[in-house]
């Protein structure tokens, strides 16, 4: 059974030391029927611009389990979640205050036709040249970049082996 509505509110969401919000998301992906990667990207709710599924890291989840969600969410897919790309420091435009992010990557087993988020939210599959010209924040685009880092070397290791 898959929730059809997003948690909301700030309440139980996590903040460091600092007072940073600590924000969590993941750079689904798949590879098409040529062997070639895909990422998948999604509208942002407010001005349409993509970018990768993130939001808030709840107290009550793991790191891990709240990329899931917010992932399930806000781009409908459900997958596995290989590997944790990094961190970083951004400040928020819209609400003028520094973030702590982290990006996780997840190997896309299931899309959904209907998800929580379906009704402001598009999504859309690309390559990844596309996905990191359209992608609006740069802190992505450097997840992005170790995401794929991370899976052509994991290819050359494998390809090694055989």
């Known amino acids: 059974m898959v929730a059809l509505v997003s948690r909301t509110g700030r309440q139980h969401q996590r903040y460091n030391l600092k007072g940073c919000r600590q924000v969590v998301g993941c750079i689904p992906y798949r590879y098409d029927d040529e062997d070639q990667l895909e990422v998948l990207v999604i509208s942002s709710q407010k001005n349409h611009k993509m ?21 399930l969410e806000e781009a409908g897919v459900r997958g596995e979640v290989k590997c944790k790309l990094g961190e ?17 990557s997840l190997r896309v087993e299931d899309e959904l036709e209907s998800w929580a988020e379906s009704h402001v939210r598009t999504r859309k599959w690309m390559t990844v040249k596309d996905a990191r010209e359209i992608c609006q924040h740069w802190w992505m685009k450097e997840a992005l970049d170790v995401l794929t ?6 290819q050359q290791e494998d390809d090694d082996r055989k």
């Open 51 to 71: 970018l990768f599924p993130k939001g808030g890291w709840e107290i009550d989840e793991s790191m891990e389990e709240a990329a899931l969600r917010e992932t």
């Open 149 to 154: 880092e991370r899976l052509s070397t994991s």
């Open 88 to 104: 970083w420091s951004f400040k928020s435009k819209r609400y003028d205050t520094f973030y702590e992010g982290y990006m996780f």
